[in-house]
Structure formats: C-alpha cells, structure tokens
C-alpha cells in the first residue's frame, strides 16, 4: 500500500464550487505539505503543518485553506475554485532529515 | 532567499547517451541538497541527496556531487535508458527543523526524453 495517498486523482469542477482535496499518510510523520504544481513553474507551495495545531501558509496560500484533522490527515479546500486553480495538486509529508515523500496527485480542472 | 536555479529543458537524447543536468543554489549556510524525479502520471520521488559539500549521492545510477566552491549540485548519468525519460527536480533545504527552515526550495523542474 502506498505510504501517501490522495483523493480524488482527478476532479472536474466549476467556477465557484467548494472543493476538498484529502490526503492521508501511513509514515508516522509530523510534518504534511501542500504543493500545486504549474507547467513550467515547478511545485509551490500553499500551506505546510509541523503537527495537528501548527499550521502554516506558504507561497501561494491565497484562495486556499487546509485542516489537519489527524496526524495522519492533511486536507485542502478551495472555498470558491477558479479557473486559475486548475493544476496538479501534490501532498507530501517528511521526515526529520528533511526527505520528502509525495502522493501520486490530483488533477483539479476547474471550468 | 533561498534559490534553486536548474537548466530549462526539455533534453532530449538517444539512449546510452550521457547525462548532465544542471543545478546551482542559493542558500544561507549550507543546505542540504537533493534530486527528485517525477515519472509521467506519479508523484516526485527521492532520487538522491548530499548532505555536506564533497558528499556525492547516488542512485540507479545517477550521481551528484556537493561542490560549496560552486554552489552546485549536477546530476549525471553515464547511459541514460528509455525508462529514465521523467521530469527532474533539484532541491535543498536550509538546516535546522524550526520555522519554514526544513521546507525544500524546488528548482521548475527539467524534462528528460530517452529516444530507443
């Protein structure tokens, strides 16, 4: 079974809607990432959390939001999805010697 | 702030063709450094890292070396294979586990085709 796990792995939505992309680890890590990544931009980063209440913004957390309801759980919400939100989305999680390890990603579209 | 600055692709090359992709970095002190690689249709997935400058990492046969004197950390391969064709990304990492210091800096990623 794979350590990190993302749903849904694609996701067509519209203008507007409210959209929950989750993500879940089985690594025992403190530390859960969220990134999107843009052709030719590379990843960047939204928001990360060191454990279940320290939570922090990233790069780019603007239009975004994210619970971490466990320490095994890591959720994104885009409260009113854009068409420049479209992308793929990646959760991470990581180690103390700073190693990450990525789910598989969900491919958001947004219409 | 921290950077990473990797060559712009895409490269393409025929296989048993060598390899070199290039990456430089920023950085307050001495970070750690690491190549990751993205297969189509899956995730970022560790490929190596260096940890202190001189370290070289290696992995399936790709290898980088940590050169403080160049601020760099250039991945290779001697023959590269049909099934390296992938998406590179070079990163580092500031030491230390307080703040945003442990987060990783990606460079935009650097497209590798393999042709048979």
């Known amino acids: 079974d794979a350590d990190v796990t993302q749903t849904p792995r694609n996701r067509i939505t519209k203008t507007g809607k409210r959209i929950m992309l989750e993500c879940s680890q089985t690594k025992g890590h403190d530390r859960m990432y969220w990134y999107r990544q843009d052709p030719g931009l590379g990843l960047r980063l939204i928001y990360y959390?060191?454990?279940?209440?320290?939570?922090n913004k990233g790069e780019i957390s603007d239009g975004y939001s994210v619970s971490r309801q466990a320490q095994a759980k890591f959720s994104l919400s885009l409260e009113s999805a854009i068409p420049n939100q479209t992308a793929l989305y990646f959760c991470a999680t990581s180690d103390e010697l700073g190693t990450q390890y990525f789910g598989p990603g969900t491919r958001l579209t947004v219409l | 702030g921290d950077s990473v600055t990797q060559m712009e692709g895409p490269v393409t090359l025929s296989e048993e063709a060598f390899l070199t992709i290039n990456c430089t970095y920023t950085a307050t002190g001495y970070p750690s450094l690491f190549w990751y690689v993205q297969y189509p249709g899956e995730g970022l997935q560790l490929l190596l890292k260096?940890?202190?400058?001189?370290d070289k990492g290696s992995n399936k046969g790709f290898e980088a070396t940590y050169r403080k004197e160049t601020t760099s950390f250039h991945l290779e391969k001697g023959s590269v294979q049909v099934s390296d064709s992938a998406v590179y990304f070079c990163?580092?990492?500031?030491?230390?586990?307080?703040?945003?210091?442990?987060?990783?800096?990606f460079g935009k990623g650097t497209k590798l085709s393999v042709k048979p």
């Open positions: 260096a940890t202190k400058a001189d």
């Open positions: 959390s060191f454990d279940v209440k320290d939570i």
């Open positions: 990163a580092s990492r500031r030491r230390g586990y307080g703040g945003s210091q442990g987060n990783l800096i």
